[in-house]
């Protein structure tokens, strides 16, 4: 059976590799940031102080661990200003 082109782009092998595997692509020295939203925001850390139609921006390590919940891209730059990450930016 052929897979669909929608199957092909939602598959991303970067899922799928183990801690070690992360830390020798320099998972440690990698974060990305992810606009996202009060409501989704508050599921995902349990928390339901965030404003449900207010935008933050997310810094996650490659790995998935949440390192920053900022209100704004200025506070997110701020906070990576004196740090030695490599950013990916995430629509």
């Given at each position: ?42 599921q995902l850390m349990s928390e339901p102080d965030f404003e449900s139609g207010e935008q933050f921006q997310l810094v996650v390590s490659a790995d998935g661990s949440p390192l920053l919940v ?22």
């Amino acid at each position: 059976m052929q897979e669909r082109p929608e199957e092909q782009q939602n598959y991303n092998p970067l899922r799928h590799l183990t801690p070690a595997q992360f830390m020798a692509l320099g998972g440690n020295a990698v974060v990305y940031v992810k606009p996202i939203k009060g409501d989704k925001l508050a599921q995902l850390m349990s928390e339901p102080d965030f404003e449900s139609g207010e935008q933050f921006q997310l810094v996650v390590s490659a790995d998935g661990s949440p390192l920053l919940v900022a209100d704004s891209p200025a506070a997110v730059a701020e906070w990576l200003s004196d740090k030695n990450f490599g950013v990916v930016a995430l629509h």
